[in-house]
């Protein structure tokens, strides 16, 4: 660990994470993200109460701006980008690849269409803590690395589905090995500081709107059912070539985050190199996998809780242990120093107020219904007059990425100016109010075949209202969401304005 006032070791300008930024108090800020000193006064002599930061304010005037750290945002928009690209590939054919597998019954594709996509959101959500857990004591970026290989792995392995256990297994393996979002989102947050916290957290939906256009647009049109190189004949894997550019683009982006992603995570400075790190995780894995009988992240403990004899010598094997096997103790698990060390926790009353879990409840509610949206509406679109409104995976991919184009512009052009004249809470409670706009005039689109040769501009004009609403929802909500979970967690540490 650099001395105060050294450069930080490996010449590296970065910004450090956002405990740090907030330095109103007396001392020094914690190094750990612990609670911070119970006691600080001010240097008026007054307590030590802090002020919540204000929930309805865009940003603080009282600090001033520090400059947003542009290369590490563009990385991070970078790796949004390529999982937002590859993740939205999936929904536009997904209703007619179900459709083809042999036990899906035709009448009941949204039964199964949604048991794929659950099975996805379910893993998820199954493993979000843990890949929070390991990136708080390896660093972010392996994390991401490790999630962004698998997902690829995943997409290929989707592309040669053929059957509905297949596909269900697959999204649920993929569900399990990737929790990027996450941990991208955390990385905002640490190289930001609430001066210029809002303006970075308005771009990353931005980034998820390019992603709503390049994604869709990818798996409608790269679609083949006839084998592109053998004319005439059945293409035996029409959904490979989606999944394969998916997976390209993952790696590409694996590349990049491998050179050009700085670590985040404050104490990950005092680890070992990233290289040993992936080296004994997979060490761990190998040894807790294989049942090993004397794993080696048990025998650092197994040395340190050996009771001495009466006379105060240490016990013959314990001795011959440690010689032996000193460098089969050196694993992910057996060295203290290969996690980052963090001694003050927080009790859960003070994580889990009323605040916390009003906004927490909201957000589920905010989350199942964009997804919801996200999963039915493909369903809808592709099935036949009059339950949907027959449109193919070209016409749904199309569809989907002009949702796309309107996110990049209202949040661009129209979101900040709402947001500073109505603030996150309102915003956040208009973007709830127009889901529920746009959940209710779906059905009331119009079909293809009421009224021709209008029919069919009607249908898209209507649909594209709605898919409108739902995108300013989607996208003035999850904004608002993300600035409220980073102000609540501003409380929860006890920081001042």
Sequence with gaps: MAAKGEPIPGGLNRRKSSTPHYQTFPTPPPKSRGRPPTSPTSSSGQGSHTNPPNYDGAADQDHQNSPLPKKQLAMLAVIALAEQTALNSISPYLPEMTSTFPEVDVGQIGLYVGTIASSFALAQFATNFFWGWLSDRIGRKPVVMLGTILTAACFIAFGFCKTLWQAIVVQALMGLVNGNQGVISTCLGE??????????????????????????????????????????????????????????????????????????????????????????????????????????YLRHQVHHNSSPRVDGIVGEDTEDETTDNESETQTLFSMPEMFSNNNHHLTSKEIFSRDTILLLGTYLVFQLSNISFNSLYPIFASAPEPTGRMLSPEEIGLSLSFAGIVTIVFQVGIFGKLREKMGNKRTYRAGLFLFFLSMMMMPWVGHRSSHPPSAKVWLWIELGFVLLVKTVAAVGGLTSALLLVSLRIMIIYGFQR
């Design 191 to 296: 190289i930001t500081d609430r001066s210029n916290q809002s303006k970075a957290f308005v771009y990353l939906p931005v980034i998820y709107g390019i992603g709503g256009i390049t994604g869709p647009a990818l798996g409608g049109l790269l679609v083949f059912q006839n084998n592109p190189f053998k004319k005439g004949k059945k293409n035996p894997y029409p959904y490979l070539l989606p999944n394969l550019f998916s997976a390209t683009i993952l790696l590409i982006d694996l590349v990049l985050t491998g050179f050009l992603l700085e670590e985040s995570l404050e104490e990950a400075r005092d680890l070992p190199p990233l290289k040993k790190r992936v080296e004994s995780l997979f060490s761990w894995l190998w040894q807790f996998t294989g049942s090993a009988r004397h794993p080696a």
